[in-house]
């Protein structure tokens, strides 16, 4: 193939996503530095959808940083908070979505992205997610203990539950731009087998 067909190509897959997708979300998760927020805006960029990001969302409807949140009002309110704000970001699509690492957590959260969306968790080991956090400083749950142990805390409990999304995505080290064909190649896959091919 070469480059004007593999354009073409590209231009049908994204035509046949969008198509299929419909009013739905396409809802980003899994831990912090799993890639949810620029994987997100470029996935958003080339499929020409607006790009939702739950937590500056809740840090412009609170008016604070999540920093300030989890110092002020602890992460109870915190998680409050973030749960009424992605289900509002659900009703906004289609778009694509990138969550919090802990929203999806949420049982009644987790449903309205299931049936509001086509949820993808982007994988990737301690390591990786360790040397993307590091550089920021803004992860209030990495700032008390051992930034390690608590992210390997973390992913072993949460893993189970992220691996409930429709799709899985290994987030590696590496060009993003990379892991956003592999996003967009699997959300084909996956909405081709769950809508009825036009003739
Ligand atoms: C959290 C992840 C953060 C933010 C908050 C709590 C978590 O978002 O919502 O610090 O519980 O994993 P990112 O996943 O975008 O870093």
Redesign the pocket.
């Known amino acids: 193939m070469d480059a004007r067909q593999a354009a073409v190509a590209d231009s049908e897959q994204i035509e046949r996503v969008l198509a299929r997708l419909g009013k739905r979300c396409i809802v980003l998760v ?5 890639g ?2 620029s994987i997100g805006r470029r996935l958003a960029n080339l499929l020409h959808l607006p790009f939702l ?3 500056s969302e ?1 840090e412009k409807a609170a008016n604070l940083s ?2 300030e949140i ?1 110092a002020a009002y602890g992460e109870a309110h ?1 998680r409050e908070g ?1 749960k009424r704000v992605v289900m509002r970001l659900l009703s906004n699509g289609p778009a694509v979505l ?6 999806y ?1 949420n049982e009644e959260t987790r449903q309205r992205c299931r049936t509001e969306g086509v949820t993808i968790w982007l994988k990737a080991d301690v390591p990786v997610l360790l040397e993307r ?1 590091r550089k920021k400083g ?4 990495l700032e008390r203990d051992d930034p390690e142990s608590v992210m390997r805390r ?1 992913l072993s409990e ?1 893993e189970p539950v992220y691996a409930e999304a429709d799709i899985v995505i290994a987030s590696r080290e590496g060009p993003h731009h990379a892991v956003v064909g592999e996003v967009l190649a699997a959300l084909d896959a996956f909405l081709a087998d769950r809508v009825p091919h036009e003739r």
């Open positions: 899994g831990m912090m530095g799993a949810k927020t990001d739950a937590d809740i999540i920093a989890f915190f973030e990138a969550t919090g690492g802990g929203a957590l956090v803004n992860r209030p749950l973390l949460r």
